[in-house]
């Protein structure tokens, strides 16, 4: 790092010129400081030249701080941005970490802990920087969203790690948490980056295809095989097949899937022939395999064979600094989809989003912001546009849903804070986004696991203000669909 831009916001120029002072005291790299007194003055200075690092004082005359620090999380997420604050408000200054702040400063300000701040800022800065040269070419085609959260970063440089072998690689997490977008992304990423890539969503299968759908058929091997069928392991040749919920596929098919893995061969149903197959595989399971190993309802042998690089996906509730950038993204692509123009979100409706504790996690967050984009009557979405839900249920980022998907108190807060029917509305909500991602979006099946009828499904989805996840994929069995 040769030179470094400081982008110091403050109305008292005194405080600019004690910042100032301490920057130019730092022996390396050089800092350059640029000065603003207002929000207005510190967007005009960003829109000409894009700082390294700002320091801004929280209450400005016609402003505050957390309105430079969203346009910096929505243009350069990597430009860190130090909030100034009085001792009775680091409170709130706290709160703007929660939303993307690297630090804060306490007046009176102090040169020697402006200078600390700013050296463990550049060091901060330059691992994110080698992070960004990481995942940034491949963000649009793979899907995979910029993190600032330490647990999804840590995943996302271990896939990127694996990706360039032919190593099999399990993706566990919660339902909703981006494992077929890592996926993908793993598979972008690798010397088979031009060749198919395969997902298959074992759990939108019925039990009895699940082989022939993997393997492939002959005609006549059972009823209703009319005609040859080619399986997803040929249909990925060269490339990748991506197998998710693998801990749903039959005791009686894993011992075929495992000679597939050992030996690169397999058989359609009802074949005799061996065919040799050069497939990548990538699994991925929101259950812990290794205690169903221990269950005996998931073969040993085939675990440690998918198991040979594992990637854990951390949950929303464990990477809120990620919600306002996702809500950002979300917004735009959503916005662009639907013909509508929107400015984004207000300072209140996105508290909301970040305090709320999505058992449904990525896929959750982008279901309410679809639903709120397509209501929403005025610029920007409010907090009156988001579900009922989210204003009744919106818990402190501590008493988040434990990990492992719904709870019985489905939300996490405790039992005084909210009513019965909002705390049932809530776990209802949670399985039923559960039972659609663990059925690949098939209703039919998903109705079936909650031991309802398809049409009460239908009559809840509606009443609960939900979409399915999968509704705008390929007809039938889903399983294209993205697990986002």
């Not at 920057?23 to 000065?35: D, G, Q, S």
Request: aromatic fraction near 4%; charged fraction near 30%; charge should be negative.
């Amino acid at each position: 790092m040769q030179h470094v831009v400081l982008l110091a916001v403050d109305d008292d120029p005194v405080q600019l010129e004690i910042i100032a002072s301490a920057a130019a005291r730092l022996e390396y790299p050089p800092i350059e400081v640029l000065k603003a007194a207002t929000v207005a003055e510190a967007l005009a200075s960003i829109d000409a030249r894009t700082p390294d690092m700002v320091i801004c004082d929280k209450l400005l005359p016609d402003g505050e701080a957390r309105e430079v620090l969203a346009v910096m999380r929505r243009t350069n997420p990597l430009v860190p941005v130090i909030v100034i604050t009085a001792h009775e408000s680091v409170a709130s200054a706290v709160d703007l970490i929660k939303q993307g702040a690297r630090d804060y400063l306490v007046k009176p300000l102090k040169p020697l802990e402006i200078q600390q701040v700013i050296a463990g800022t550049l060091a901060w800065r330059t691992d994110e920087a080698d992070y960004a040269e990481l995942i940034e070419p491949e963000t649009e085609r793979s899907g995979i969203a910029f993190s600032a959260a330490e647990p999804m970063k840590t995943a996302i440089r271990l896939a990127a790690r694996a990706a360039d072998s032919d190593a099999s690689i399990l993706i566990q997490g919660e339902s909703g948490t981006g494992k077929e977008l890592l996926a993908r992304f793993i598979h972008s990423r690798s010397g088979r980056r031009d060749k198919p890539f395969i997902p298959v969503h074992v759990a939108a299968l019925p039990e009895s295809l699940v082989e022939s759908e993997l393997f492939g058929h002959r005609k006549g091997a059972f009823t209703g095989a009319q005609s040859d069928r080619t399986g997803f392991f040929e249909q990925a040749t060269s490339g990748t097949l991506f197998i998710d919920e693998i801990a749903e596929i039959p005791l009686s098919v894993q011992v075929k899937l495992l000679r597939a893995l050992q030996f690169r061969e397999i058989q359609r149903v009802g074949d005799s022939e061996t065919r040799t197959v050069d497939v990548r595989i990538l699994a991925a399971s929101h259950r812990e395999l290794e205690e169903m190993v221990r269950e005996g309802t998931f073969r040993e042998d085939l675990y440690y064979r998918v198991n040979v690089i594992t990637v854990h996906l951390p949950p929303l509730r464990d990477r809120r600094e990620d919600i306002p950038h996702l809500v950002d993204h979300m917004i735009r692509k959503i916005a662009r989809k639907n013909g509508r123009a929107l400015d984004g979100i207000t300072q209140r409706a996105l508290n909301l989003l970040v305090g709320y504790a999505f058992p449904g996690n990525v896929r959750e967050l982008e279901n309410i912001i679809e639903r709120s984009v397509i209501l929403s009557r005025r610029s920007m979405i409010t907090d009156e546009d988001l579900p009922a839900f989210v204003l009744a249920g919106s818990v402190p980022a501590a008493e988040a849903t434990p990990a492992g998907g719904c709870s019985d108190t489905a939300g996490g807060d405790s039992i005084e804070e909210r009513s019965l029917d909002e705390r049932l509305e809530s776990l209802e909500r949670c399985l039923i986004l559960e039972a659609l991602d663990r059925t690949g979006g098939n209703q039919s099946r998903a109705a079936a696991l909650l031991k309802i009828t398809e049409r009460r499904l239908r009559s809840r989805l509606e009443r609960l203000d939900l979409t399915n996840p999968y509704a705008q994929t390929a007809p039938g069995l889903a399983r294209q669909g993205e697990s986002e």
